[in-house]
């Protein structure tokens, strides 16, 4: 193992990357020139970038375990997955390009993965089989994934470009007719509004499941 490196050390360098530079920067060569060492240093921890997505996806859902543990849990299943939504939100929003870093990775730590057992057991007591349970997880945390990438790529591009989601040059751009789809994009909020809004839609859907 490189000795003055660790596994912390690196992700938290990574993140910082991230942050810095969005994640088509973060590569394990320009990670090694921020840590001040050569590449193959790193290969001790970290094979490809792969693993060093997965093991910052890691570090991140560990900060959404411990937060989730210090929140109570609802006499209500809806609460309770309404809060590991925000709190997932929240961490992704944490760092530029956060939801990417969590799409197609996979746990590097097994208390992580562990962590879902008792959500599991929360749904399948609400009344959800397993595989109902399961997927209400996947479905949740897969909307957050989705909801935060588009938050987070619209941000960029509205500050290189504050004309680019220009809701008067939409109107002009498709001219006459397409009446309903003007009227939704001057409707349209984002932020918090249209997160808490979507997931009460997904949360109605999931609850037919026990109907």
Do not use: C
């Not at 299943?77 to 390009?97: G, K, M, N, Q, T």
């Amino acid at each position: 193992m490189a000795k003055g490196i660790t596994r912390e050390q690196i992700v938290t360098a990574a993140l910082e990357l991230l942050d810095e530079q969005g994640m088509d920067a973060l590569t394990v060569r320009a990670l090694a020139a921020r840590l001040d060492v050569k590449a193959p240093a790193l290969y001790w921890h970290v094979r490809n970038k792969q693993e060093l997505l997965d093991e910052m996806a890691t570090f991140v859902m560990r900060r959404v375990t411990d937060a989730l543990a210090a929140i109570p849990r609802g006499a209500d299943w809806r609460a309770d997955v309404s809060a590991y939504a925000r709190v997932l939100r929240s961490e992704y929003l944490r760092h530029r390009d956060g939801a990417r870093i969590f799409s197609g990775t996979r746990f590097a730590d097994p208390d992580v993965v562990k962590a879902k057992e008792s959500w599991l057991e929360r749904l399948t007591a609400a009344g959800f089989s397993l595989p109902e349970a399961d997927d209400t997880l996947d479905l949740l945390t897969a909307f957050v994934v989705g909801f935060v990438i588009e938050e987070q790529e619209r941000s960029p591009s509205t500050s290189a470009d504050p004309a680019r989601y220009s809701l008067a040059e939409r109107d002009a751009w498709l001219g006459e007719g397409a009446e309903l789809v003007k009227a939704a994009g001057h409707l349209r909020d984002d932020g918090d509004p249209r997160f808490e809004r979507q997931l009460a839609v997904v949360l109605e859907g999931l609850a037919t499941r026990l109907r």
